[in-house]
């Protein structure tokens, strides 16, 4: 496990960008060369213990992360958790599992079968949260797994790593709005999710939050190689409570909609 908290996410972003080329263009145009504060980032996982949401999670705790809130995704059978740092300046940590149980027979046996490849000691060195995949996955099994849940594929497909960073426009100087920052993005030719609306959430949940739909990239299956959505970028603007602190949580029926960033189609 890393000790150093800025070594971890300096890891995180370097896989992130690998990944995510447009997020390197984005964070450009957005911070004109400076420096950008993350919000936080986002991971995904299995609820099986060897690799479960506690699993992703302790290498925050022992960075000096605490449990925040708790979240539940009915529909698309995720549950979730996010991470503050008593550095506020630190992003968050929004870690989700599937709830694999709830699915086909034939999808908890194709996720066991990956999830036994893991070896346990691997989960708990140092690259485990930026280290991909850790399975032999053909591009069939991929697509049976898209079939019922998008999640599934996409972490069959990617493994561990950062599926998000996202940019904090209260610390992002030259935006007043999200509105701003959504209309420099698409004046740059990227493309933002659009289910439930380009901004998710409003001040009077004290959090507006938009994305843009994932990168494609070239990904090696056993037998052969697809372009599949990889990972995107989100900007989050958070409000005062009514005490005049910043709000840190996060908005499910936002969340909800963030979720499909890496959808096939939209
Ligand atoms: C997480 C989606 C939720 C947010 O900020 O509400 C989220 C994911 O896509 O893995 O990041
Ligand atoms: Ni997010």
């Known amino acids: 496990m890393h000790t150093d908290v800025n070594a971890l996410f300096s890891a995180l972003w370097q896989d992130y960008i690998e990944m995510?080329?447009?997020?390197?263009?984005?964070?450009?145009?957005?911070?004109?060369?400076?420096?950008?504060?993350?919000?936080?980032?986002a991971l995904r996982t299995f609820d099986i213990d060897k690799v479960n949401l506690d699993v992703l999670a302790e290498h925050f705790l022992t960075l000096g992360y605490v449990a925040c809130g708790d979240y539940k995704f009915e529909a698309k059978k995720l549950t979730a958790k996010h991470f503050e740092?008593?550095?506020?300046?630190?992003?968050?940590?929004?870690?989700?599992?599937?709830?694999?149980?709830?699915?086909?027979?034939?999808?908890q046996n194709i996720i066991k079968s990956l999830v036994e490849q893991v070896n346990v000691e691997a989960t708990k060195a140092e690259n485990f949260i930026y280290s991909g995949r850790h399975w032999k996955l053909?591009?069939?099994?991929?697509?049976?797994?898209?079939?019922?849940?998008?999640?599934?594929?996409?972490?069959?497909?990617?493994?561990?790593?950062?599926?998000?960073?996202?940019?904090?426009?209260?610390?992002?100087?030259?935006?007043?709005?999200?509105?701003?920052?959504?209309?420099a993005l698409k004046d740059g030719d990227f493309v933002l999710?659009?289910?439930?609306?380009?901004?998710?959430?409003?001040?009077?949940?004290?959090?507006?939050?938009?994305?843009?739909?994932?990168?494609?990239v070239m990904v090696k299956f056993d037998d052969a190689q697809v372009e599949i959505p990889s990972c995107f970028y989100e900007f989050a603007i958070r409000y005062p409570k009514a005490d005049g602190e910043i709000y840190t949580g996060f908005v499910a029926a936002s969340a909800d909609k963030i979720f499909e960033s890496t959808n096939v189609k939209t």
Not at 90 to 102: C, D
Not at 158 to 168: D, I, K, L, P
């Open 20 to 41: 995510t080329p447009s997020a390197a263009k984005i964070q450009q145009l957005l911070g004109k060369g400076e420096a950008i504060i993350n919000d936080h980032i």
């Open 85 to 107: 740092h008593p550095d506020p300046t630190q992003p968050k940590v929004f870690i989700s599992e599937l709830n694999v149980s709830a699915f086909s027979d034939e999808l």
């Open 138 to 183: 053909d591009h069939n099994t991929y697509q049976t797994l898209l079939a019922e849940s998008e999640y599934a594929a996409w972490v069959a497909a990617f493994g561990y790593r950062a599926n998000h960073f996202t940019v904090s426009i209260n610390h992002l100087p030259g935006y007043e709005n999200i509105l701003e920052v959504n209309q």
């Open 193 to 216: 999710n659009s289910a439930g609306g380009e901004v998710k959430g409003s001040k009077e949940v004290l959090l507006e939050q938009s994305s843009t739909m994932a990168d494609k």
